[in-house]
């Protein structure tokens, strides 16, 4: 017995060790969390080049200016715990202070904007690529959320191209992403077990497609052309509404009333997917922090009480509706879950948002834990998404993957 428990434990922790980490939420105080850089838009997902700087933001809505301190970790591919120590990847040190922050002014709701700089002068550099995940503790060192970014330096070249599906049974409802890696100067040894792909459709990383091996070779050219490995569903353009002026109905915004904070009604939405296609523009689940008559929106900007209403039929079958986009890192929480109002006859759902202009999505999640995206807003070949696919590498004997090579293209000029 004593033999089997020993064997077990021994069997179990590396499994335990290796463990992929997944992305901690904020606790309802903490919003408005964004990477920013020269090259990346706000909100969207932070991908980086090597020796690139780039700021975390955050607010928290508290009237109390608490203390919050960083980590910063390296990853493999899968997101597993790289072998490189601290100092192989950084020069310098983390788990300091954020000491950049200022509170909010001529704004109904308190809060504090945080704003940490990387590199600083005690974390001065982060020297590997690869996958890295920061996290954000608070001062009695319990963890209060944790943010994904890749770091990339562009060693080989990534064409990517949309095309609609080549399965004619999806030809109506997905898209497909073809890829062509370059290695120019770089060998790639074995490239069937040394070389990854991420894809991603506009910035989730929750839908992305992984572990995708090259289809086959051409010189110093990898090339990926599936028909269903590499395909997405296309799902619809994104709803949006805008609140730059928190006083008024702006886009989307049906009313507005002011009790503690502002509250903004946005208009009854309804599904989309029995109707056709009708283009839209977007920003493909992104967001914008913005407001008018003021000098900083980052501490001016206002956060106001946001009410969805979705019209659609009550789920009995255990299903549950959710709203998501970047603002909330596509998460899938209670915050942002809908429910079902049999009085009104729809679904709806509350919580705050900064002012701006906001994409989001209604999806349907089943009670085994599957996600439909597609159910509410419907899935057309015409959908213009963004897509970004990342390269990974790790040499014959390396203990790290590395990021060497970034594409992203876009499905508006999609082709057969």
Not at 27 to 44: A, C
Not at 261 to 286: A, K, M, Q, W
Request: overall charge negative; proline content about 3%.
């Amino acid at each position: 017995m004593k033999f089997s428990t020993l064997f077990l434990f021994a069997f179990c922790l590396p499994l335990f060790m290796m463990a992929q980490v997944e992305e901690i939420n904020p606790p309802n105080y903490i919003k408005t969390i964004t990477f920013k850089s020269r090259n990346t838009q706000q909100g969207e997902l932070p991908i980086l080049r090597l020796n690139e700087p780039f700021y975390l933001e955050f607010d928290a809505l508290l009237a109390s200016e608490p203390d919050f301190y960083y980590t910063i970790e390296h990853y493999n591919y899968d997101w597993t715990k790289s072998n490189l120590v601290k100092m192989e990847y950084m020069k310098g040190f983390d788990d300091f202070r954020i000491v950049n922050y200022d509170n909010s002014y001529n704004a109904y709701q308190l809060y504090s904007h945080y704003r940490l700089q990387i590199p600083n002068a005690q974390t001065r550099a982060l020297t590997k690529t690869g996958n890295y995940i920061i996290s954000i503790f608070n001062d009695d060192r319990e963890l209060v959320f944790t943010r994904k970014f890749m770091i990339y330096e562009q060693k080989v070249g990534v064409g990517v191209a949309v095309k609609r599906s080549r399965d004619v049974r999806f030809i109506a409802g997905k898209q497909s992403v073809d890829i062509s890696i370059n290695s120019n100067s770089l060998n790639l040894n074995n490239p069937l077990q040394t070389v990854n792909t991420l894809i991603i459709q506009n910035n989730n990383l929750r839908t992305a497609i992984k572990n995708v091996k090259p289809q086959y070779t051409l010189g110093k050219e990898l090339v990926y052309r599936y028909t269903h490995e590499t395909a997405f569903w296309a799902g619809n353009e994104f709803r949006f509404f805008e609140n730059k002026d928190v006083r008024a109905a702006n886009i989307g915004v049906q009313f507005v009333d002011l009790k503690d904070i502002y509250h903004n009604y946005l208009f009854v939405n309804s599904e989309r997917g029995s109707r056709p296609y009708t283009y839209n523009p977007d920003i493909n689940g992104n967001f914008l922090i913005n407001a008018i008559d003021v000098e900083n929106v980052s501490i001016e900007a206002d956060y106001t009480m946001t009410h969805f209403a979705l019209a659609y039929p009550e789920l009995t079958d255990g299903s549950k509706v959710y709203i998501y986009g970047n603002f909330n890192n596509y998460a899938l929480e209670e915050m942002n879950r809908m429910v079902f109002n049999s009085d009104e006859n729809f679904y709806q759902a509350a919580f705050k948002l900064k002012q701006g202009f906001y994409n989001y999505k209604y999806v349907i999640v089943d009670s085994e834990g599957n996600l439909d995206e597609g159910r509410i807003s419907g899935n057309f070949w015409q959908t213009e998404n963004n897509y970004k696919v990342l390269v990974y590498y790790r040499d014959l004997g390396a203990r790290y993957d590395k990021l060497i090579g970034f594409g992203e293209s876009t499905s508006v000029n999609i082709s057969n």
